[in-house]
């Protein structure tokens, strides 16, 4: 009996040993589809003072397609959901 109880648990843990390395490697195969880049900064005058308002302008070098950011407040932009690139 002790030896049946012991096949089940080491069976049992081997079960769950490869439920867990599936559900992992699935979770990161899901995961290198959803990349996604951000950049964010903040314009500034000479006494590093934040200018509201300003213009902050992205242009994707391979397309040229740009997108547009008005500074906040405290002179910080961002541009968010951006494919990787250099």
């Keep these: ?5 012991k096949a ?3 069976s049992s843990f081997t079960c769950l040993f490869i ?4 559900v992992l490697l699935s979770d990161t195969s899901l ?3 959803q990349v996604h880049a951000e950049l964010l900064g903040r314009v ?13 302008t992205l242009v994707e070098v ?3 397609v740009s997108q547009t950011r ?13 494919q ?3």
């Design 1 to 5: 009996m002790v030896h049946r109880t």
């Design 8 to 10: 089940f648990i080491t």
């Design 19 to 22: 439920v867990l390395v599936g």
């Design 31 to 33: 995961a290198e589809g």
């Design 44 to 56: 500034t005058d000479e006494l590093s003072q934040p200018i509201p308002g300003a213009t902050a």
């Design 62 to 64: 391979g397309t040229q």
């Design 70 to 82: 008005a500074t906040d407040v405290a002179g910080i932009y961002g541009f968010v959901g951006l």
């Design 84 to 86: 990787p690139g250099s």
